[in-house]
């Protein structure tokens, strides 16, 4: 009862946190994806309409451009007459004001340019003045009327035949009785006299100019229901620009009830989630394990959330295309670090949910759909910082030659569409930002704890590091390692599961703890064995130690997780056999305690950490072999892995029969390969020994008779020529005698 209790302990623990993540992702997006229509349309004058035919759903009418309204505006404002009201009381004012302060003669005048002022001041006024600023505002066109009111009647007037302020001032100059007397007549002041009896009645004009406006129609047509608006692929015009733009306008209108935003809302709930849920059922189905390492779940969700946000952003904002996003990030990002399979799931479930931001987004999910698999493709196995900017080279144009297709099926001006560069400059784009995943690779491995090929390649370089430094104090463990990292990585590729670059990373690191005292170790020491000096405990101790010293100077080196895990299960929960059997023996008597004679573990719980602790036991056991013949290889490597298996050092990992059987295979046959094992070759019997020995003697005799023969005539010709030169030597000496006669 207790276990059927933690299972299902276990199984609502399990449910309610893949409900909890799908909440959270799903309310995220829902939040931020747009739900105005009107945002999600992207079109452009000059450029070929982009989505399916679209049919008027509704009439609705094709609204004036902004320019056509104001020209219209324009011409009916040009007769617009403004209304001005004519002051009465302004004239009597100002006559008034001059008869009080010039009761009398004008002072350096004659008597009468009294009355000839007052006379003026009145013409003045009847005519009208207005003020200057008003006068110049409508002075500008000779054509100009106002409209005059007076009581209730208005009488129109041309503006040029009235005065203003200044010019009411300048006409006294122009008085032929006066003209004498200009400087005397600017001492009167007269300014003061002169006042707008013309004064602009703002509320009326404002009344009668919005009448005026409102018969101007702001729709130059109506679009029936059922008819065509624009053809896929047909060039957006100025008439087709207006006509979206209207449809448009008239949609959100129409569509912007509470009801029918709650719908909506309701549906992209709906959506998002089923499309979540289906992911959660293909991990749950195919990749169960998955969910037992919370980083590469918060890594899938994070990645399928992030892409739909910004595309909503974008929507909602009315950013540029959509289509400079490096959607094919999430494809290689899952790849690199987990498998293909989910990687494309991943991607095209991450494509389906940014869809519900987009309106015809037919061409968007064939694209993308497309790019996310030719980057699985591309990225089988990222080993060069080259690939990603290949795969970026290869996504642009994969996207470039998939657009122009689509639109070739339909569009009927192909060559438009092959130097129409629009949408071409966003592929470059979203081909660029692709190589951001490069160090984004790096936040990704810091942030999850991942570690990519890029790194693994670099861990694995034996010129830098701990392995540089292993190389040259304990040189027998560097190679010993190596030899394992071959092994293991062969049988990683044979199995097929396995990730071959992870494993023989893990085995070149393995065992760096012996760097602490290498000479404790068979393979680094030269003649002298130090543990003859210790005891059996000491000297299992010593051996044990290089487990936890490798951990620490892993952890000092900053080394990913996945390798320190490496050195702390590639012995397990071992035994070290041979001094703890050594003290059993010298104690027959007594139960030795295994506990300070065994390694702190744990036993290898992935199938790669399985594959080296195969591979490091039989490389070091293969070295204590006197006969190395296709038979003691093949018994060796056979005890060594069944007795893992019997002692249950794979009971945590995922690692079949079959795949155990396959590593025996890979080890038994890159052994033999390394110690050059042959065939033994059948024994010659008595009567041929008998028989080789009497061809062997004949041989013999026949070359010293050979011998012999050679040897005389080399004699015979140095004594032929020591005759010719004692021959020669008589003929000179006589020579020189018969001379000396001479």
């Known amino acids: 009862m207790t276990e059927i209790s933690q299972f299902n302990s276990r199984f609502w623990r399990s449910l309610l946190t893949r409900i909890l993540v799908i909440a959270a992702c799903v309310t995220l997006i829902v939040w931020l994806l747009p739900r105005n229509e009107e945002l999600r349309l992207h079109y452009q004058v000059g450029q070929p309409w982009m989505y399916n035919t679209l049919i008027a759903p509704f009439e609705f009418p094709v609204y004036k451009s902004d320019e056509t309204i104001k020209a219209e505006q324009d011409s009916v404002l040009k007769d617009f007459q403004p209304y001005y009201n004519y002051e009465v009381d302004v004239e009597k004012t100002a006559i008034a004001n001059f008869e009080s302060d010039f009761p009398g003669a004008l002072p350096g005048l ?16 009847q005519t009208g003045i207005m003020q200057i600023t008003d006068f110049n505002r409508s002075d500008q066109d000779t054509t100009q009327m106002i409209r ?30 006066l003209a004498a007397h200009r400087q005397a007549i600017q001492h009167l002041n007269l300014t003061s006299y002169i006042q707008p009896n013309l004064v602009y009645d703002r509320e009326r004009n404002s009344t009668e100019r919005d009448d005026m406006l409102s018969l101007i129609p702001p729709a130059s047509e109506t679009v029936k229901p059922g008819q065509k608006i624009v053809d896929r692929g047909q060039i957006v015009d100025d008439h087709i620009y207006r006509m979206l733009s209207s449809y448009e306008k008239d949609f959100q209108r129409k569509n912007a009830t509470e009801k029918e935003n709650r719908n909506m809302l309701l549906g992209q709930v709906l959506y998002v989630t089923l499309l979540f849920v289906l992911f959660t059922l293909y991990l749950d189905l195919y990749r169960k394990d998955y969910f037992e390492d919370p980083r590469k779940i918060m890594m899938l969700y994070t990645l399928i959330t992030i892409f739909p946000i910004l595309v909503s952003l974008m929507m909602s904002h009315n950013f540029f295309s959509v289509y400079i996003l490096p959607f094919a990030m999430v ?86 569409i092959a130097f129409d560069f ?31 090929s890029v790194t693994l390649f670099e861990l694995s370089n034996t010129n830098k590091g701990l392995l540089r430094q292993l190389s040259e104090v304990a040189p027998g463990t560097l190679q010993h390692s190596i030899i394992v990292s071959n092994l293991a990585e062969e049988i990683a590729r044979r199995i097929g599961r396995a990730k071959p670059l992870l494993v023989r990373t893990g085995a070149l690191y393995h065992d760096i703890g012996k760097m602490t005292d290498p000479a404790y170790f068979t393979e680094n020491q030269v003649g002298v064995n130090p543990h003859q000096h210790l005891s059996n405990l000491e000297s299992a101790q010593k051996i044990i130690s290089h487990v936890t010293d490798g951990i620490a100077m892993a952890e000092k080196a900053q080394l990913p997780k996945e390798i320190r895990e490496f050195i702390a299960t590639h012995h ?71 007795n893992d298996v019997k002692q249950g050092y794979f009971n945590d990992c995922a690692i079949t029969f079959k795949e155990i059987k396959e590593a025996k295979q890979v080890l038994i046959e890159r052994l033999k390969s390394i110690y050059h094992t042959r065939i033994q070759y059948p024994k010659l019997s008595k009567e041929a020994q008998k028989t080789a020995l009497h061809e062997k003697a004949k041989q013999q005799e026949a070359e ?39």
């Open 331 to 416: 494809a290689m990002f899952v790849r690199v670090f987990l498998d293909s399979r989910t990687a494309f799931i991943a991607h095209v479930t991450m494509v389906l949910i940014c869809v519900a931001a987009l309106n015809y987004p037919y061409e968007f999910m064939v694209v993308q759909i497309i790019a996310g698999l030719v980057v699985i493709l591309t990225m089988r196995e990222l080993s060069r910082r080259a690939q990603i900017f290949q795969a970026a080279l290869v996504v642009t144009l994969t996207n470039c030659f998939v657009f122009f297709v689509l639109f070739a099926m339909t569009y009927k001006d192909i060559n438009r």
């Open 422 to 452: 629009s949408m071409y400059n966003h592929f470059f784009v979203s081909g660029v930002l692709l190589l951001l995943a490069y160090p984004l690779m790096w936040l990704i491995e810091k942030t999850f704890g991942f570690v990519s």
């Open 572 to 642: 397990g929960r071992g035994l070290v056999k041979y001094f703890y059997i050594n003290e059993q023996n010298a104690h027959p008597d007594q139960i030795i305690d295994k506990a300070p004679y065994t390694y702190p573990g744990p036993n290898p719980y992935t199938l790669e950490q399985a594959i080296l602790m195969m591979a490091d036991g039989v490389e070091a056991a293969s070295r204590s072999l006197q006969d190395y013949t296709s038979e003691n290889i093949t018994k060796l490597v056979n005890n060594i892995i069944d």
């Open 110 to 125: 004659p008597i009468d340019t009294r009355q000839i002022i007052i006379r003026h001041l009145h013409r003045l006024y």
């Open 148 to 177: 005059v009111v007076t009581d209730k009647a208005a009488t129109s007037m041309r503006v040029a035949r009235l005065y203003s302020t200044m010019s009411a001032y300048e006409s006294f100059f122009e008085i032929p009785e």
């Open 704 to 742: 010293l008779k050979a011998e012999e023969k050679e040897l005389k005539r080399v004699v015979s010709e140095e004594e032929k020529k020591i005759t010719e030169e004692n021959t020669q030597d008589n003929n000179n000496k006589e020579m020189e005698e018969k001379k000396t006669e001479n």
